[in-house]
């Protein structure tokens, strides 16, 4: 009489809205439940459990991928601007190569270097730190940490291609200087 949670479970390909309108009804008949009276149980289909889920997994991962882009965005942004500095406080400097004959693809291609080296040391010590806490976390909710090379391996290229996309423009910026300009620069 305290029956709380009663299971079926149906063979692959079965119709489920079927099984449970046949399901509704037997319990209605058993509970002896009047036409116009309201259901006093409930009927799950696992599968819109699952469903549901899924739907909430994807939102999740957007959600996700969303904080993460803008995370890059704000750490390009800062390599920008280390670059912009870097490139102001050497302009003497740039002012002296370009002068003494280095070609603006030279000094265009150091400081892209220099971009990409920041924020690809800024990548790997994210991915130490990651796999740090990952690991800790792991242990702590004593669940399997899987440490997948490829995914890591990923995260260090877009770090070092952000490095690229946002380290253009200051590169660009000294290899354009004029070499008279930037040996009067103080």
Do not use: K
């Not at 965005?73 to 800062?78: A, K, L, M």
């Amino acid at each position: 009489q305290r029956v709380t949670t009663i299971l079926v479970s149906m063979q692959e390909g079965s119709d489920s809205q079927r099984m449970r309108t046949s399901i509704t009804q037997l319990l209605r008949e058993r509970r002896h439940l009047a036409d116009g009276d309201d259901d006093n149980f409930n009927v799950l289909d696992t599968r819109q459990i699952a469903d549901t889920m899924s739907g909430t997994t994807q939102v999740m991962t957007t959600l996700l991928g969303a904080v993460a882009a803008v995370s890059l965005v704000v750490g390009g942004i800062g390599i920008m601007n280390i670059m912009l500095v870097s490139v102001t406080e050497r302009t003497r400097e740039i002012g002296v190569r370009l002068a003494i004959g280095a070609l603006e693809r030279e000094v265009l291609l150091q400081f892209l270097i220099e971009a990409v080296a920041l924020a690809a040391i800024g990548g790997l010590i994210g991915i130490v730190l990651a796999a740090g806490a990952s690991a800790l976390l792991a242990q702590v909710m004593q669940v399997p940490f899987v440490f997948d090379a490829s995914i890591n391996l990923l995260s260090f290229v877009f770090s070092a291609a952000i490095g690229v996309v946002f380290g253009y423009f200051p590169a660009r910026r000294a290899a354009r200087l004029d070499p008279i300009e930037a040996l009067r620069h103080e």
